[in-house]
């Protein structure tokens, strides 16, 4: 079964997707932390020629989702000592800056990493599932970001991650009314959910701020 698989077949039972069984988890570890290890050579390396080349998406030193520097001249960080959600995240941001920088093949390679990253969350939070839907999107698997938008918005039916995340995925499989119905509920919801100070919103405003710009566009 290929990573995201068990996502898929919980969408088409009309069910959440459940946590990855122990196994599984433990099968996937060594790659997923031979990723992370790989990603964070490639940062340091990156960070110790940024004197004499060009910044790129692909040699800009490399921070997860909370501004943390992972290259910055030194040595990769403890790859053992991070926690599952900590290796999660850094893959998430490293493929997500190659999806923007439109390397193609970067996010082949390293996609199917994170999605057995995440995969491998017992308990997975918003956010994370949030990051585990918008890899899928990049690959263009939406029914995984579909699966997810699914469960956060049945915990939590004004989720702007989850209102976002599903009309991303809609876009994906048929386009058209009910992402514009996703975009309405996003924009219902918007000033009462950013009054909340939640601290997700934060870290995916300007994903946001884009997906509101869209919803109030004319068709």
Do not use: C
Not at 37 to 58: E, I
Not at 63 to 80: E, Y
Request: proline share 7%; net charge neutral; no cysteine.
């Amino acid at each position: 079964m290929k990573p995201g698989d068990d996502a898929l077949l919980s969408r088409e039972e009309g069910r959440a997707p459940e946590p990855a069984p122990k196994a599984s988890r433990a099968a996937a570890l060594p790659w997923v932390i031979a990723a992370v290890g790989l990603l964070g050579a490639v940062a340091v390396l990156a960070s110790r020629n940024s004197s004499t080349s060009p910044k790129s998406a692909v040699t800009a030193p490399f921070t997860d989702s909370g501004s943390t520097r992972i290259g910055n001249g030194g040595t990769p960080p403890d790859i053992g000592a991070l926690s599952p959600s900590e290796r999660a995240s850094r893959l998430y941001v490293r493929v997500m800056e190659y999806a923007e920088a439109g390397l193609i093949d970067s996010v082949a390679m390293f996609a199917p990493m994170v999605l057995a990253a995440h995969q491998m969350l017992v308990q997975p939070t918003v956010d994370e599932r949030y990051h585990f839907g918008r890899v899928a999107e990049v690959t263009g698997t939406g029914a995984i970001t579909q699966a997810q938008a699914d469960t956060i918005l049945s915990s939590s039916p004004r989720s702007l991650l989850g209102l976002l995340l599903a009309a991303r995925a809609a876009r994906l499989k048929e386009g058209g009314a009910t992402a514009a119905a996703f975009n309405q509920r996003l924009l219902a919801a918007l000033d009462s959910e950013l009054a909340t100070r939640n601290p997700d919103y934060d870290n995916h405003r300007a994903e946001i701020d884009q997906a509101v710009a869209d919803a109030r566009r004319p068709n």
